[in-house]
């Protein structure tokens, strides 16, 4: 199986900051690789797919980039409601994998 | 809107059959383009990818559950199911169903997610 690495598992942060999470690939995955937030007793949402496009309907301060291994979610400028557990997960195997999850949490 | 709701036990005994139900609306289970998964979620833990099947009844499924997994799909209904054999603690999770976009390989629907308990 394709193991994913998200960096780091949790952090500290203000609303107003920039905030990036990384995600790292076993191996290399055509750019197969979608983000989701995930809030407390919730199912998770998408943000991003393949990589790099914004999923509809979600908010334009998030934006993904990188290729092959290696990933990034940014948040612009994170919001109240960002406060929550985000996940990267790749679809290019037949056995889809997630990151551990990285939880962004007030400061 | 597209919307998948999951049914079934919230509770079942240790080495018998975890089964569950997603009804979807707003949509079709029968429509290419798509395909339908079962994930899990431990407790305060991680995301789980459990399998998938798509309108043709093909499957894929984790090769750690292979062996005791079955996802089937009833268009009849527009329901997709998970039955998962000879259950143990380990397998105490919330289980949400989920729509993939075949093209793009993502998950852009969820249902609300369910809590099975395992109990001896």
């Known amino acids: 199986d394709i193991q994913m690495t998200q960096s780091p598992s949790s952090l500290s942060a203000s609303v107003g900051d920039r905030v990036t999470i990384t995600c790292r690939a076993s191996?290399?995955?055509?750019?197969?690789l979608n983000w989701y937030r995930q809030k407390p007793g919730k199912a998770p949402e998408l943000l991003i797919y393949?990589?790099?496009i914004l999923q509809s309907g979600a908010p334009s301060r998030f934006s993904g980039s990188g290729s092959g291994t290696d990933f990034t979610l940014t948040i612009s400028s994170l919001q109240p409601e960002d406060f929550a557990t985000y996940y990267c997960?790749?679809?290019?195997?037949?056995?889809?994998?997630f990151g551990q999850g990285t939880k962004v949490e007030i400061e | 809107q597209v919307q998948l709701q999951e049914s079934g036990p919230g509770q079942v005994k240790a080495s018998q059959t975890l089964s569950l139900t997603c009804s979807v609306s707003?949509?079709?289970?029968?429509?290419?383009?798509?395909?339908w998964n079962w994930i899990r979620q431990h407790p305060g833990k991680g995301l789980e990818w459990i399998g998938n099947?798509?309108?043709?009844?093909?499957?894929d499924y984790n090769p750690s559950l292979e062996s005791r997994l079955a996802i089937s799909v009833d268009t009849s209904k527009n329901q997709f199911s998970l039955r998962l054999s000879s259950v143990t603690a380990a397998d105490t999770a919330v289980y949400f169903c989920?729509?993939?976009?075949?093209?793009?390989?993502?998950?852009?629907?969820w249902g609300q997610g369910t809590l099975v308990t395992v109990s001896s």
């Open positions: 393949l990589a790099s």
């Open positions: 989920a729509r993939v976009i075949v093209a793009t390989r993502d998950i852009d629907y």
């Open positions: 099947i798509d309108y043709s009844g093909r499957t």
């Open positions: 191996q290399n995955i055509n750019n197969y």
């Open positions: 707003g949509g079709s289970v029968s429509s290419g383009g798509y395909c």
């Open positions: 997960q790749q679809s290019s195997s037949s056995v889809w994998t």
